[in-house]
Each structure stands twice: as structure tokens, then as C-alpha cells.
């Protein structure tokens, strides 16, 4: 005879807790943890207006090697992901049902091509929806004091330079989406929590690995942490999500790329 649904959920729990812990701890749970210790190093140097914060550092003086170790960066930071996928399929495939077990991680969390139009509207609905409120918010905090300048590609001007830009926008993108929002709300709710406090963690936790940019970035992180939280719990897709963040950083990174060109910075 099966076991009850809620013996099978109360045995889970200490597994999905520490698959949670696990994949957190690789990516950006551990990216929070080094972000609070970089905030607390800059503002005890100097006021935080004027440090500074480099997104997309050069990682050799050698153009190749350079290149090679950006791509390596890029290639290892989607493991997490690649292990959140994995859990994805795991946790299906343990309750036995023949349609959890022919549907792919990425269907489930909303990853696929399956909606293409309506994921690219959404996406860019909330690219304009943060974009411009985000630009807003950094000029505060650089007013206020509370954020330090931010650069956001410090690579020098090569031939592979916007093309790893471009890679580095989408890493991003799917890390934080797939993690801090579909993976992250998704574990909670298994582990009995509820959805304000759920979205509360998704979102502070998304603030904090960006506090090493300052307060204002904290607290505009957060709140988009919680617009992107409840899309996904809305509709359940986390593709616009991916593609809004995309964009975000794709504009921020090649913009201010193609701007340094042009007045002769590279």
C-alpha cells in the first residue's frame, strides 16, 4: 500500500532541505555571504560614493587566455543550474507518476519554447517595468551616498568582447531565475512554507549578493526579487523572468561597452 501523500512529504523534507542548502551554498547563497564581506570592506575604507564596482572583469592580460578564462567562468557558473534541473527531474521522478516522468525539468519550471510570443512579452514588459525604475534608484543611491559607482564591463576591446558580454547578461539571467526564484519558491513551498515568506526570502536573498554595489542596489534587487517572485507564482514560467533579466544586463554590459569605444576607453 502507498504511503500517504503527507508521510511522503514529512520523510522528504530533510532531503529537499539539503538539496536547497546545497545548491545555495554553490551559487549565490555564497555570493550573498561574500557580498556582505565586500560591503563591510569598501565601507570601511571609504565612504561607499566613492568605491566602486566592476560586473565583468578582464581575468588575464592575454587577449586568448583572457577569453578562454571568461568562457570557463561562464561555463562553470551554470552547473548549479544544471543541478537544480537534475533535483527537478528527481523529485518527479520519485513520485512515481508516468507523466511527472516524461516531462522535462525545463517544462516544468517553465524553461522551454513551449510559449515563445507570450514569454517574449512578458519579458520585455518587465524589462521596461525595471529598467528605467532601477536607473532611477541608482542615481538616488549615488546622491544619498549609499551606493558605489558601478562598471559594468571592465573588459578591455576585443573582437569576442560583446559576444562574452552578451553570454555573461544570459549566465546571469539564468542563474538567478532558475535559482532564486523557480527553484527557491518551489523548495520552500515543499519544506511547508508559506508564500509571503517564501517571496521574502527569494527577494532579500536576491538583494543580498548585490550588496557589494551598495544600499541602493540591496533594496532595488530586493524589490524586483519580489515583481519577479510573483510573476512566477502567477504563471508559473520562469522563461520571461530569464529574458527580462537578459535584457536588463545585456543593455547595462554591451551599452556601456560600445559607449567606452566610442570615446576611446578601450
Avoid: C
Amino acid at each position: 500500500m502507498p504511503e500517504a501523500p503527507a508521510v511522503v512529504r514529512s520523510a522528504s523534507r530533510p532531503r529537499w532541505r539539503a538539496q536547497l542548502l546545497i545548491v545555495l551554498g554553490l551559487s549565490l547563497g555564497q555570493s550573498a555571504v561574500y557580498s556582505v564581506v565586500q560591503l563591510i570592506d569598501k565601507a570601511t575604507r571609504a565612504p561607499l560614493s566613492e568605491g566602486t564596482s566592476t560586473l565583468n572583469r578582464s581575468l588575464n592580460s592575454r587577449e586568448y587566455f583572457d577569453l578562454t578564462y571568461q568562457l570557463l567562468d561562464i561555463l562553470f557558473a551554470l552547473v548549479p543550474v544544471a543541478l537544480v534541473l537534475y533535483f527537478v527531474w528527481d523529485a518527479a521522478a520519485r513520485r512515481g507518476a508516468v507523466a511527472a516522468r516524461w516531462t522535462t525539468p525545463f517544462a516544468r519550471l517553465g524553461l522551454d519554447l513551449a510559449r515563445p510570443g507570450r514569454d517574449w512579452l512578458w519579458g520585455a514588459g518587465l524589462f521596461l517595468a525595471i529598467g528605467i525604475p532601477s536607473l532611477g534608484l541608482y542615481w538616488a543611491g549615488r546622491v544619498l551616498g549609499i551606493t558605489t559607482a558601478i562598471i559594468p564591463s571592465g573588459l578591455d576591446q576585443y573582437w569576442w568582447t560583446v559576444p562574452v558580454l552578451i553570454l555573461s547578461a544570459v549566465r546571469h539571467a539564468l542563474v538567478e531565475e532558475v535559482i532564486v526564484v523557480a527553484f527557491m519558491l518551489g523548495w520552500l513551498r515543499r519544506l511547508g512554507w508559506g508564500a509571503p515568506a517564501a517571496v521574502a526570502a527569494s527577494a532579500l536573498l536576491r538583494g543580498s549578493y548585490h550588496l557589494y554595489q551598495g544600499i541602493g542596489p540591496f533594496v532595488g534587487n530586493a524589490v524586483m526579487g519580489v515583481v519577479f517572485a510573483f510573476v512566477y507564482r502567477r504563471y508559473g514560467r520562469v522563461m520571461p523572468l530569464v529574458i527580462a533579466h537578459a535584457l536588463l544586463d545585456i543593455v547595462a554590459f554591451v551599452g556601456f561597452s560600445i559607449a567606452g569605444k566610442a570615446m576611446g576607453l578601450g
